[in-house]
């Protein structure tokens, strides 16, 4: 399972999560990410822990103010990025050209999307991954998996549907062990997670307790 770790912009020390994140995935065959706000991700690279974006921009180099560039990210040691978050929302011809751009930095993608019909357009941009996270969950403690686990079904069926190469991570209110397993027995390939991690007083516990099962 793929357990990548959002902190947003959350008031934790990305560096220590950071060192948590690497620190916990010499212990399991889990693979552990975490995605540090953007101008974190340099110091957070050093760490050794596999480092994503949260987000990068539709536009190559040039007259672009205040847009994060593909390109820039991976120089600053990110491998892959999210797209289209729920709190980071994009056009559709926006995405795709985000897609675009990471892939021409060759940077690994996930494209979040809110439902499982959102999930077959995202999947038919072509990333490497899509993540279905119920806006609605996020933040809250309550595991999609458990809440809504059609969702988590659907948005599989959906992704499998129009390519079958692209994985499907699901996110919201996940924050145990038990969670991960079960959005494993649901089909979907790895989590998506924030709060369970970057607001826990021990983020180290707290990954532990993620990959206990796994
Ligand atoms: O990107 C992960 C996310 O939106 C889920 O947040 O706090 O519910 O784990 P959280």
Redo the contacts with the bound molecule.
Sequence with gaps: MFVLV?LKTYPCDPVAVAEAVRDVNETTDARLAVAPPATHIERVAETGAETWAQHVDPIEHGSNTGHTLAEHVADAGAVGTLIN???RRLKLADIDGAVQAAERADLETVVCANNPAQIGAAAALGPDAVAV?PPE????GTPVSQADPDVVEDAVDAAASVDADVSVLC?????TGDDVVAAGDLGSEGV?????VAKADDPTAALEDLVAPL
């Design positions: 959002n978050h729920s709190e996270e969950l996020i933040g809250t996110g919201a209110g996940i924050s998506l997670l924030a709060s369970g």
